[in-house]
């Protein structure tokens, strides 16, 4: 899943580095250009003072379904909620979605919580929104009642993507220069290093008084989707990509490594990433699994990530939409983007 920037203007979106999403989703359903296959939001849904300039904030019921109509005409696959919307809102962009054919993920609401949250037919919890507050760092439900919340989670069908390497690669405070230790920087334009560089203290405006907040909330997210792998809830791979450190292809490898660290089979962490997402997309008609009459979007690899989930980057080959593309000629892209990005 990719979201979208929207129609904000042209040169916000370049300066943002959001790409045109429907526009790359029609190229390579078209078989113009060589790329994943994406299913995509528009704007972020968000209450009155959102988190983000470019989300659009909905404050009414009736706001709520012009925009929605207006996704849907558009071609976009699903509605994205996000951090400041009311309940009421939250209610009525659920229920509209609904008569619209179009599936709601995204975050737990701050006023919504995940209660209500989890027994409304929104799909997916994002980064552990509702169990876990980034702010005060901390969890947002009791500590004696993670149990319970899993077992509440189990019983509602909500997926959770965890995002677990969001707190694997973003820098210290004061310590950005760190992340010129990752080897895959190298392949990320010197545009999205400044974004990155200039959106770092944002991070660190938090309600949380404690040492070191990146590592304290990658334990307490890991705590979490232990929990929730140990009640056999479903859990996604994904990686939040383009937050700070998050580098398209190697980010989705080391979330998966995290999985297997957290406590989760290997087995259950490749089903994350494979079969999972489309069901939870609801395509398992033409993805997911290796079958006859699926459409055989597949990455080859050398050995078998069973043995040692980090096999998954030993990568021999990948046939997708159609096009198979080798190690040597995998290898030129990557020398040519870290030509591009010098």
Known sequence: MIRNSGDISDFNKNLMGYADILKLKNKVKDNEIIGPVIYTAGLVFDGAEPISPYNLTIKTKLQ?????I?????GY????VYDKLSPDVFDAIVEISKKYNLPVYGHVPLDVGIDKYLSSDVVSIEHLTGYINNDKGDFSIPKDSLDYYANKTKESGKWNCPTLGIWDRIPPLNGFDQILLYPEIKYVPHKTMWLWYMSHPYYFKIEYSGTNYIGHMLEISKTMTKKLYD???????????GIIGSVAGFSLHREMELFVDTGISTYKTLEAATKNP???LGITKDYGTIEVGKIANL?????NPLNNISNTKKIAGVLVNGFYINEQTINKILEFIDLKTK
Do not use: P
């Open 64 to 68: 709520a379904e012009k925009e929605i």
């Open 70 to 74: 207006s996704e849907k005409e558009k």
């Open 77 to 80: 696959d699903f509605i994205k």
């Open 231 to 241: 009640y056999d809830c479903k859990l996604l791979i994904g990686t939040d990509l």
């Open 278 to 280: 489309a069901e939870c």
């Open 299 to 303: 990455v080859l690899l050398k050995d």
